[in-house]
């Protein structure tokens, strides 16, 4: 499976801005795609993910009420709609994909592949 993220950019605290993900390859084998970033001098975190069958959601708790995923299962992508942008909320944000249950849903190491990430930079 293939991964490319892409609607990255410069945004005004409280903003918005939507990234995508399409998966390309072995798609019918996904059993759930997650986003992550990671802020420069910081651990790569979880911050959110999605069932690509059941479309059950979960959420870093640092997100919760501000970041929606969702999935176009028929367009093999996935979506972060990103609200009430801080900047806290700058890093790259990289999108990652499992093919088989392997561990919990925050943990990186749980996902087989991953995009290339895309800057998210959000100025006070």
């Known amino acids: 499976v293939q991964l490319q993220a892409s609607g990255g950019g410069l945004v005004q605290a409280g903003g918005s801005l939507r990234l995508s993900c399409g998966a390309s390859?072995?798609?019918?084998?996904?059993?759930?795609m997650g986003w992550f970033r990671q802020a420069p001098g910081k651990e790569r975190e979880f911050v959110a993910a999605?069932?690509?069958?059941?479309?059950?959601?979960y959420y870093a708790d640092s997100v919760k009420g501000r970041f929606t995923i969702s999935r176009d299962k028929a367009k093999n992508t996935v979506y972060l709609q990103m609200n009430s942008l801080k900047p806290g909320d700058t890093a790259v944000y990289y999108c990652?994909?499992?093919?088989?249950?392997?561990?919990?849903?925050?943990?990186?190491?749980?996902?087989?592949?991953w995009g290339p990430g895309t800057q998210v930079t959000v100025s006070s």
């Open positions: 990652a994909a499992d093919s088989e249950y392997s561990g919990n849903y925050y943990r990186p190491i749980s996902y087989d592949y």
């Open positions: 999605i069932s690509w069958s059941s479309e059950i959601t």
């Open positions: 390859g072995r798609t019918s084998s996904l059993y759930r």
